[in-house]
């Protein structure tokens, strides 16, 4: 079964790979961390750019949800409307009033039932549901300005800083391909800043390629907070947060563990 986007030149995507994304998103940007199948998201479905949407911190709602899904040709469109529900009967019902940002706004939940989009998810594997939330997990981090909850994201770097003796250029490249210790013990303190400066600023420019079983998983990342975002292991079901909530329970037993 399909979820179709009338707004959009009727393109298409499976309801599981909504359901996926509808859980990722209620994850990272949602209000909390409740049953996702009984969640009332927020429609503003509102006839503004994507960019402005952002902008207003309108991150966590039914229409930046399709805009997400759809293609970025369409990403400025409104999709959330009744021309959409009506599309799609059996994938979402109207979830009551929910209060957003300040004020009461309209909500969806998705429907129940033997033909609705969760039963389709229900009837998946857990091999094949890490698959599809790690895949969309990989789409909602590249919202902008997007901040995983309870993930702290590194200072901006300062880009004034620049490698430029050709010894200090073959220093990083060995550092980025070894974990081993490469700075000679006698080195001072002003040289080890400038090295973890200079290797902090390329780890924020150089483009990253997730890989899952040796090959390429999802589209490439760049910057610190896109690689928190795009980060998995041992499986892509097990992302940022879920580490950072691990190790929060790690931590509240073991408090001298720094």
Request: proline share 5%; hydrophobic share 40%.
């Amino acid at each position: 079964m399909k979820v179709v986007f009338p707004h959009a030149a009727r393109q298409d995507v499976s309801y599981v790979q909504f359901v996926a994304a509808w859980k990722v998103l209620g994850d990272m940007m949602g209000p909390s961390r409740g049953d996702w199948r009984e969640a009332a998201v927020p429609r503003h479905n509102r006839a503004v750019s994507f960019e402005r949407q952002l902008a207003e911190g309108l991150h966590y709602n039914l229409d930046v949800l399709c805009r997400l899904l759809v293609t970025p040709s369409y990403r400025n469109t409104m999709h959330a409307t009744n021309v959409f529900l009506g599309a799609n009967p059996n994938l979402v019902e109207p979830g009551g009033k929910v209060l957003h940002n300040g004020r009461l706004v309209n909500a969806v939940r998705l429907r129940r039932g033997e033909r609705s989009a969760v039963a389709h998810w229900e009837q998946l594997t857990a091999r094949q549901q890490e698959e599809l939330e790690a895949e969309a997990r990989l789409l909602v981090g590249k919202l902008p300005q997007v901040r995983k909850k309870s993930v702290a994201v590194p200072a901006r770097v300062n880009r004034s800083v620049r490698i430029t003796d050709s010894d200090f250029d073959n220093l990083l490249r060995r550092a980025r391909r070894s974990h081993t210790k490469i700075l000679p013990a006698s080195a001072d303190n002003e040289l080890r800043e400038r090295y973890l400066r200079a290797l902090i600023s390329s780890i924020q420019e150089e483009e990253f390629q997730p890989k899952w079983r040796r090959k390429a998983f999802g589209e490439a990342v760049r910057g610190w907070p896109q690689r928190l975002q795009s980060y998995f292991w041992p499986t892509p079901r097990v992302g940022y947060s879920e580490t950072a909530e691990i190790w929060s329970r790690i931590h509240r037993f073991c408090p001298a563990i720094e």
